[in-house]
């Protein structure tokens, strides 16, 4: 009897599965904003993946957005890393994020716990040059209404709080809006704000394949 019933537990835990990678991939095939198309001129954003993360990457300043008010030098290690040309973005859970700085640290139990929306979230900026294109790195040029609509989403999305140092010189954590959760992972943030700018992508995105497909 336990036996039957670890199998159909088993059984129900693969179908529960397969039915969420089911409904990630439809979901990242139907279009949001299908008829957009990229301008011949504008702002140039990129969209970089680690393989399991998306980041938005924007320029320090374009187009009247300047983050100075959210994003001080202060708030890195080191404050000379300010300088750079680019701050990339990236949405998640406060408890994976700030300790799993490499995916040697991933722990099931933390991984669980952010599926479930146990805990709150952080918006991880990181202070970059602008990225080389190729498989890992897309760029989308915007219109500047675009661009502000974009850089609005992201804006929306801190909330208040004193930041916290990140992995290295140039990059903190900063208190965010919103729960992370099985629906509602990073990748999804990312393709949440690209439509919120009017960009055709995929109108759920868990995976960053589901993003980084559409560029």
Same mark, same amino acid.
Request: aromatic share 12%.
């Given at each position: 009897?336990?036996?039957?019933?670890?199998?159909?537990?088993?059984?129900? =835990?693969?179908?529960?599965? =397969?039915?969420? =990678?089911?409904?990630?991939?439809?979901?990242?095939?139907?279009?949001?904003?299908?008829? $957009?198309?990229? +301008?011949?001129? %504008? #702002?140039? *954003?990129?969209?970089?993946?680690? @393989? *399991?993360?998306?980041?938005?990457?924007?320029?320090?300043?374009?187009? %009247?957005v300047d983050w100075?008010d959210l994003i001080?030098?202060?708030?890195?290690?080191? +404050? !000379?890393?300010?300088?750079?040309?680019?701050?990339?973005?990236?949405?998640?859970?406060?408890?994976?994020?700030? !300790?799993?700085?490499? $995916?040697?640290?991933?722990?099931?139990?933390?991984?669980?716990?952010?599926?479930?929306?146990?805990?709150?979230?952080?918006?991880?900026?990181?202070? *970059?040059?602008?990225?080389?294109? %190729?498989?890992?790195?897309?760029?989308?040029?915007?219109?500047?209404?675009?661009?502000?609509?974009?850089?609005?989403?992201?804006?929306?999305?801190? /909330?208040? /709080?004193?930041?916290?140092?990140?992995? %290295?010189?140039?990059?903190?954590?900063?208190?965010?809006? /919103?729960?992370?959760?099985?629906?509602?992972?990073?990748?999804?943030?990312?393709?949440?704000?690209?439509?919120?700018? @009017?960009?055709? #992508? @995929?109108? $759920?995105?868990?995976?960053?394949? @589901?993003?980084?497909?559409?560029?």
């Amino acid at each position: 009897m336990i036996r039957n019933g670890l199998v159909r537990l088993l059984l129900g =835990l693969a179908a529960v599965v =397969l039915c969420y =990678l089911a409904a990630a991939f439809l979901g990242s095939a139907v279009a949001a904003n299908r008829d $957009w198309k990229p +301008p011949a001129q %504008g #702002v140039t *954003i990129y969209v970089i993946d680690n @393989g *399991i993360h998306t980041d938005l990457v924007l320029p320090v300043s374009a187009e %009247g957005v300047d983050w100075g008010d959210l994003i001080r030098p202060g708030h890195l290690a080191d +404050p !000379n890393r300010a300088a750079a040309s680019h701050l990339a973005f990236g949405w998640g859970d406060r408890d994976f994020y700030l !300790n799993t700085p490499t $995916w040697w640290d991933v722990n099931p139990v933390r991984v669980g716990r952010a599926f479930v929306g146990a805990g709150a979230t952080v918006v991880h900026v990181s202070h *970059i040059a602008a990225p080389q294109i %190729g498989p890992n790195a897309r760029a989308i040029v915007l219109r500047p209404e675009e661009y502000r609509r974009l850089a609005g989403f992201i804006r929306n999305t801190f /909330g208040e /709080g004193p930041p916290a140092r990140g992995y %290295g010189a140039a990059d903190a954590f900063y208190v965010a809006r /919103g729960s992370y959760n099985l629906f509602r992972t990073c990748n999804a943030w990312t393709g949440e704000a690209l439509a919120a700018a @009017g960009v055709r #992508v @995929g109108k $759920w995105t868990p995976f960053p394949s @589901g993003v980084m497909q559409w560029f």
